[in-house]
T-cell receptor, first 115, second 113 residues
Framework: AQKITQTQPGMFVQEKEAVTLDCTYDTSDPSYGLFWYKQPSSGEMIFLIYQGSYDQQNATEGRYSLNFQKARKSANLVISASQLGDSAMYFCAMRPITSYGKLTFGQGTILTVHP | GAGVSQSPSNKVTEKGKDVELRCDPISGHTALYWYRQSLGQGLEFLIYFQGNSAPDKSGLPSDRFSAERTGGSVSTLTIQRTQQEDSAVYLC???????????FGPGTRLLVL
């Protein structure tokens, strides 16, 4: 079984500042993939970034980076230079590498970017 | 290219009626998933189709829920005898790309009165 925990129900950040959204996970699978999605008020889930458990380097995609600490089972999302359009719900998710079944999601963190 | 599309975008129905929700996956994606998101909650897995294999129905909450995928492409999620607790956003995803990422559609917002 897999479990994702996002302990921050809501986060606030000033425009142009960096923010870290926390995600911890638990799994018995030896290999797994970690994902972050953004869900604006429109409701669509937008894929942001992926990290494989076997990857040696932390993933980066533009202003998004994933701070992956395998021993601590954490996969925090870092957003640099926050923009007003970053205000949204953010979900951390995972699945085993060996199967392409369902994603297990956390409860999400609402990010509000202030001007 | 076109992303995952879902229809209708909104559906209001009366308790006890049947509803059908449609999902059009990204062209070429062989895997398709349905999830449900209740207000302010995370996503709950419902069902997963992979090619011609038997679907993984382990997330369906009751036998009122069913889904089919015709021709390996379009999928329909059917909820029979809807209940008020079925009110939620129903999200469809298809999987592809180098990282086998799930890409989501815009969802169908279902309200059961």
């Amino acid at each position: 079984a897999q479990k994702i925990t996002q302990t921050q129900p809501g986060m606030f950040v000033q425009e142009k500042e960096a923010v870290t959204l926390d995600c911890t996970y638990d799994t018995s699978d030896p290999s797994y993939g970690l994902f972050w999605y953004k869900q604006p008020s429109s409701g669509e889930m937008i894929f942001l970034i992926y990290q494989g458990s076997y990857d040696q380097q932390n993933a980066t995609e533009g202003r998004y980076s994933l701070n992956f600490q395998k021993a601590r089972k954490s996969a925090n999302l870092v957003i640099s230079a926050s923009q007003l359009g970053d205000s949204a719900m953010y979900f951390c998710a995972m699945r085993p590498i060996t199967s392409y079944g369902k994603l297990t999601f956390g409860q999400g963190t609402i990010l509000t970017v202030h001007p | 290219g076109a992303g995952v599309s879902q229809s209708p975008s909104n559906k209001v129905t009366e308790k006890g009626k049947d509803v059908e929700l449609r999902c059009d996956p990204i062209s070429g994606h062989t895997a398709l998933y349905w999830y449900r998101q209740s207000l302010g909650q995370g996503l709950e897995f419902l069902i997963y189709f992979q090619g011609n294999s038997a679907p993984d129905k382990s997330g369906l909450p009751s036998d009122r829920f069913s889904a089919e995928r015709t021709g390996g492409s379009v999928s329909t999620l059917t909820i029979q005898r809807t209940q008020q607790e079925d009110s939620a956003v129903y999200l469809c995803a298809s999987r592809g790309g180098a990282q086998e990422t799930q890409y989501f559609g815009p969802g169908t917002r279902l309200l059961v009165l």
